[in-house]
């Protein structure tokens, strides 16, 4: 049985201290010797940040060091701490309020991937023995006029403390700081809190607004009157899906044999996302706002492009096989399909991306009106890339068959990737192949494009969600592809010939919600011609809007 002995709460909060600095943040440690000088001066630089973070960590934890408080706060600060620490030295991820929408908006099955042997004992000797050891520990508790003047001397110790490495260091610590932003994010548990607390107040913040329309105005332009027959527009969400790594794109490995052989094929190769984490781009790239202005609170309380479509008179429907839309399809059609748990494509939790196109094609042979259907793919996403494809579809190998991929050699772990991605180039093959084969029926058309890429451990970066600034290329640069039937090509106006020419331009998700506006001739105020991928290729059609 330990003995533990009594412990005034200045040690508690000292010690404390010290087991989150350097218990904590081995990852910022490690980044921070490869940003700071070499030698002596950076080494004193490292110091002085240590001590400067000390004191500011010993101060918040004094100034809450309450009984029934401290306790129940630090036990929550190690468990959350170990649960980060874990994923920021094992996959290289930041901790800002995207990632932290990731966790709070992921599933079952994402959460299963990224559980191992490992974590558990990351939870186990990081969280939970400290927290035991905390519990156990009495702590004194003078009263409270003592313990009031307490706090009084560790505050004015740690302020005097903070003011002095700081000034005695200010030019090295000023520059650090400015130039390395991540820094903030690196720093556990303090990443934790500010990024829970931007969650919550966004959420807060967002709750309390009304919620308002968008494209009122919305209808469809006279073009439609000469139109022959009804259309399907399928627009597929990919998941994790690089650029660099499409065979169709220039990728020196071949994983998109069946749609570089798909005729009329139009790939996009600068193109870019608005975030680098799908609970930030897939609301983004429907909500109208660029990237740049682009505001989590308003697209959550606004109608975004599936409304907007839909008050023009389409049908509008999402099939999911993930974590859900993101608000972006609340008020349109929803069908999980991975609930469908059919065996050909289901199975130990989890359904490959076939099982979108499951009744597709009699979808369109009962077509009785003009729909759009978004696919939301379970695509390439990590770490558990060899369960995202059937084994029988394994084109590369060997591959990772571990979550923990910093365990796994970089050839294995693009080997497992590029499976994902030559199974959907399977997928999407046999989605255009079945559009086609309906041409004659319905006018076809299909638009794929990613929510971002995927690190796969490039600067030491595994996964994605990295903060947009900082991010790599490779979580950035997606794939857009594009394919039309003939008839749909007459319909609506699409010149292939003069889209092919565009395949270098440069593009965004911002261009989506005012391309498929413009596409589907639907006429609102809210449409910029000048985001309209298909603008210049169709001029018979816009002179007349």
């Not at 003047?149 to 260091?169: D, H, I, R, W, Y």
């Not at 556990?188 to 967002?206: F, L, Q």
């Not at 000469?226 to 399907?232: C, D, I, N």
Request: aromatic content about 10%; proline content about 4%; some cysteine.
């Amino acid at each position: 049985m330990l003995n533990i002995k009594p412990l005034r709460t200045e040690w508690v909060t000292l010690l404390a201290s010290l087991y989150l600095l350097i218990g904590l943040n081995v990852f910022l440690w490690e980044h921070l010797e490869q940003v700071v000088p070499p030698g002596l001066p950076g080494l004193w630089l490292t110091l002085a940040f240590a001590v400067l973070m000390l004191f500011a960590f010993n101060l918040i934890l004094t100034l809450i060091a309450f009984r029934y408080v401290l306790k129940p706060l630090l036990v929550l600060l190690f468990v959350s701490g170990a649960a980060v620490a874990y994923f920021m030295n094992r996959y290289g991820v930041l901790i800002d309020a995207g990632m932290f929408a990731n966790i709070a908006e992921t599933n079952v099955a994402e959460v299963r991937d990224l559980l191992s042997l490992k974590f558990g004992l990351y939870m186990l000797g990081l969280g939970v023995l400290p927290s035991v050891l905390l519990w156990r520990a009495p702590v004194v508790y003078r009263p409270w006029q003592r313990e009031l003047f307490g706090k009084l001397v560790v505050t004015a110790a740690c302020v005097v403390g903070l003011g002095s490495v700081g000034l005695a260091n200010y030019q090295g610590l000023s520059s650090l700081f400015r130039n390395h932003h991540e820094l903030r994010l690196m720093l556990t548990p303090s990443n934790i809190v500010g990024a829970s607390m931007a969650y919550v107040s966004e959420r807060v913040v967002t709750s309390a607004r009304p919620f308002a329309h968008y494209g009122e105005d919305a209808a469809r332009t006279p073009d439609w009157q000469h139109h022959q027959r009804k259309s399907l527009t399928v627009l597929v969400v990919g998941e994790s899906a690089r650029a660099d790594h499409f065979g169709v794109l220039g990728y020196n490995r071949d994983t998109t044999p069946r749609l570089a052989a798909e005729q009329g094929l139009l790939a996009f190769s600068d193109v870019h996302s608005c975030g680098t984490e799908t609970a930030v781009s897939v609301p983004c790239m429907f909500s109208g706002m660029p990237r740049k202005a682009y505001d989590a609170r308003i697209a959550k309380n606004r109608e975004g492009l599936l409304d907007i479509l839909k008050r023009a008179g389409l049908d509008v429907q999402w099939r999911d096989n993930q974590s859900g839309c993101k608000g972006t399809c609340d008020r349109v059609q929803f069908i999980n399909m991975s609930k469908l748990k059919d065996p050909q494509f289901c199975g130990e939790g989890e359904c490959h991306d076939e099982i979108l196109l499951q009744g597709l094609g009699e979808l369109i042979d009962h077509l009785d009106k003009d729909t759009v259907l978004v696919l939301h793919q379970m695509g390439s996403h990590g770490p558990d890339y060899f369960k995202r494809y059937p084994k029988a579809d394994q084109r590369f190998a060997p591959v990772c068959q571990s979550n923990a991929l910093d365990q796994c050699s970089q050839a294995q772990i693009i080997n497992g990737y590029d499976n994902t991605l030559a199974y959907t180039d399977r997928v999407l093959a046999s989605l255009i192949d079945t559009l086609r084969s309906r041409q004659d029926k319905v006018d076809t058309a299909m638009i794929y494009l990613s929510d971002h890429g995927e690190s796969l451990g490039e600067y030491n970066l595994f996964l994605h969600g990295t903060p947009y600034a900082i991010a790599p290329e490779q979580q950035k640069h997606v794939p857009l592809l594009a394919w039309f039937s003939d008839s749909y090509q007459q319909d609506f106006g699409v010149d292939t010939g003069c889209l092919a020419k565009l395949n270098d331009a440069p593009l965004s998700q911002d261009n989506l919600f005012h391309s498929m506006l413009g596409l589907l001739q639907v006429h609102t105020q809210v449409y910029e011609r000048s985001l309209d991928l298909f603008a210049s290729c169709r001029p018979w059609l816009t002179a007349r809007r």
